[in-house]
């Protein structure tokens, strides 16, 4: 199993973080020479509609076309059943951006999305659980060993 890595840094008051230092690199970059969420209409469409100026957090993601072209390359690979081949297709097809604002308040965090805030983190899971096994698959777990006590 490899570790998992994030890179991050800090840039105008912001953290910024990403799973390899290329893609940090590319988005100081882009930064710098003026792109940003900010003027990104997908991004400012999902904004909060209410009366509160500035949050606290965000997460934000536009994984759809990305998944698209893992999906598109996903039907050369040899050993995907034509099945398999249309789930994930229908899977990529119905991502959409999302994104979920924190805001801090003195005595709790309250949480508000726009978009399917749990879009992409259940169809993920949801095609991983209703697959069908693999063959020689095993899965993460405990080993079966002694017990600890006596």
């Known amino acids: 199993d490899?570790?998992?890595?994030?890179?991050?840094?800090?840039?105008?008051?912001?953290?910024?973080?990403?799973?390899?230092?290329a893609l940090l690199d590319r988005t100081l970059r882009d930064r710098a020479s003026g792109i940003s969420l900010a003027r990104s209409e997908q991004f400012t469409r999902l904004l909060p509609r209410d009366n509160r100026t500035t949050f606290s957090g965000m997460v934000y993601q536009n994984a759809g076309d990305l998944?698209?072209?893992?999906?598109?390359?996903?039907?050369?690979?040899?050993?995907?059943?034509?099945?398999?081949?249309?789930?994930?297709?229908?899977?990529?097809?119905?991502?959409?951006?999302?994104?979920?604002?924190?805001?801090?308040?003195?005595?709790?965090?309250?949480?508000?999305?726009?978009g399917d805030a749990m879009n992409l983190l259940m169809k993920l899971l949801a095609g991983h659980m209703f697959r069908p096994p693999q063959a020689n698959e095993t899965i993460a777990g405990t080993q079966a060993s002694s017990p600890a006590y006596r």
Not at 11 to 16: E, M, N, S, T
Not at 71 to 95: N, R
């Open 67 to 114: 998944i698209r072209l893992l999906a598109d390359g996903a039907s050369a690979m040899e050993g995907i059943t034509p099945g398999q081949q249309k789930a994930v297709q229908q899977i990529a097809g119905s991502v959409e951006p999302m994104l979920v604002c924190l805001y801090g308040e003195n005595d709790r965090i309250e949480v508000a999305s726009q």
């Open 2 to 21: 490899r570790p998992i890595e994030i890179h991050y840094a800090f840039r105008d008051g912001y953290l910024i973080a990403a799973p390899a230092r």
